[in-house]
């Protein structure tokens, strides 16, 4: 039943990474939030069908393709110097496994405070979009595809710099 998940996300990861060099990380997690979104208020609200899951479950996956991976390693080396890029990737790294293990035990609490079974997973979905909508709408803060270039440059010209 996650095939349309993990499918989706190999077809999507590859656009993604494409439209990152294009438009910018701002695009691309604004574009990726908000599908993630729909995909989970899908999940969340028409998913008792079979093919409505399926389909549900292929939106999802091209949601979390555009934030997972690519672009968020994209935002995090245009950030910092290049001398800690290397400890900025460790820490994204931590940072994802963290939200990865919190996230689990949250939608647990949730599905199971929801009294378990399809009622449960619903609000959880709902829970899922809402928490989506909000990173929607915190990725509007991203800085823009010319104020990441000029970042970019500035710390290629740091690194340039003789020390």
């Given at each position: ?29 604004l574009a990726g939030a908000a599908t993630l979104t729909v995909g989970m208020l899908l999940l969340g609200l028409v998913s008792q069908s079979l093919p409505l899951f399926i389909l549900a479950g ?106």
């Open positions: 039943m996650l095939m349309p998940v993990v499918l989706a996300m190999s077809v999507g990861s590859p656009m993604a990474g494409r439209y990152l060099d294009r438009l910018g990380s701002k695009a691309v997690i292929a939106v999802v996956g091209l949601g979390l393709s555009a934030l997972l991976g690519a672009p968020m390693r994209y935002i995090m080396l245009n950030e910092v110097p290049s001398q800690d890029r290397g400890a900025a990737q460790g820490m994204l790294t931590i940072f994802t496994g963290i939200g990865q293990l919190m996230s689990g035990a949250a939608i647990g609490a949730v599905v199971a405070s929801s009294g378990g079974g399809i009622g449960g997973y619903r609000t959880a979905y709902l829970v899922v979009a809402a928490v989506a909508l909000a990173m929607t709408l915190l990725g509007l803060g991203l800085k823009s595809r010319a104020a990441e270039m000029e970042a970019a440059r500035a710390h290629a010209a740091d690194a340039a710099r003789p020390a």
